[in-house]
């Protein structure tokens, strides 16, 4: 009887969905009614159960290292490929004209080759890689749609607005600027850079999140008072 409560007690203590124990020095003592087993104590801690208000806490993910590793992997290596480009086309362009127009302009040009090379050759990978179960002109059309959908929308978007008005108007405007400063027309072309670059990762962060919406369907028509919603 007694090693039956004992073996009871320890199914019960271990069953308990207890994520922290604490031991107590309080022994359990077994009695057998009939007194032939009396005195028999078991040296088995008491366990108290540390409920769900006292328990530890689950850590918490780092947002900003989430969105960090986010854009490394997606924008890493494109950024760094075409600030390279563009470091060489702005240095082309204002030492063969001495111009800050031309030196934008083939900035802006190299910029977007080399940043747009390096994305199209990751988004083609990724969508070789998403439709690899697919053969024939059904893996075309499904990997054209992948990255349409996961990359080349949002971006070209953003590059609309960005390639035509925001990055040559914030080169040339923050060299102009900083031009008569030493060193000041390299300090703009940082400056600058940095303000486009700003501009343009807020403008396809909105774009893709609209792409998004309309993927999913979230976007809905509103019903018309004449028209019949089906039961």
């Known amino acids: 009887?007694?090693?039956?409560?004992?073996?009871?007690?320890?199914?019960?203590?271990?069953?308990?969905?207890?994520?922290?124990?604490?031991?107590?020095?309080?022994?359990?003592?077994?009695?057998?009614?009939?007194?032939?087993?009396?005195?028999?104590?078991?040296d088995v801690a008491a366990v108290a159960v540390v409920t769900a208000g006292g328990a530890e806490a689950t850590?918490?993910?780092?947002?900003?290292?989430?969105?960090?590793?986010?854009?490394?992997?997606r924008f890493g290596l494109a950024e760094?490929?075409?600030?390279?480009?563009?470091?060489?086309?702005?240095?082309?362009?204002?030492?063969?004209?001495?111009?800050?127009?031309?030196?934008?302009?083939l900035a802006t040009i190299g910029e977007a080759?080399?940043?747009?090379?390096?994305?199209?050759?990751?988004?083609?990978?990724?969508?070789?890689?998403?439709?690899?179960?697919?053969d024939g002109w059904r893996r075309l059309a499904a990997g054209a749609w992948h990255a349409v959908r996961e990359q080349l929308a949002s971006c070209a978007v953003a590059e609309t607005v960005d390639g035509f008005l925001i990055r040559p108007?914030?080169?040339?405007?923050?060299?102009?600027l900083l031009r008569p400063l030493p060193g000041g027309v390299w300090l703009g072309f940082v400056l600058g850079?940095?303000?486009?670059?700003?501009?343009?990762?807020?403008?396809?962060?909105?774009?893709?999140?609209?792409?998004r919406i309309v993927g999913q369907g979230v976007i809905t028509r509103p019903v018309r008072d004449h028209e019949k919603i089906p039961a």
Not at 26 to 31: G, I, K
Not at 86 to 104: E, H, I, K, N, R
Not at 193 to 211: F, I, P, T
């Open 113 to 134: 080759i080399g940043f747009y090379g390096c994305i199209a050759v990751k988004t083609g990978a990724a969508a070789r890689r998403a439709t690899a179960h697919l």
């Open 1 to 42: 009887m007694a090693e039956r409560d004992v073996n009871a007690a320890s199914r019960t203590a271990r069953s308990w969905p207890a994520r922290r124990c604490i031991r107590t020095s309080l022994p359990l003592s077994v009695e057998e009614v009939g007194g032939a087993m009396s005195g028999v104590s078991v």
């Open 169 to 176: 108007g914030c080169l040339v405007g923050a060299a102009w």
């Open 59 to 73: 850590p918490v993910p780092d947002r900003r290292a989430g969105w960090w590793r986010a854009w490394r992997d």
């Open 193 to 211: 850079k940095a303000a486009a670059d700003v501009a343009w990762y807020l403008l396809e962060a909105s774009a893709r999140r609209g792409v």
């Open 80 to 105: 760094v490929c075409g600030t390279l480009a563009a470091v060489a086309g702005f240095a082309a362009g204002y030492a063969q004209a001495g111009s800050l127009l031309a030196a934008a302009a």
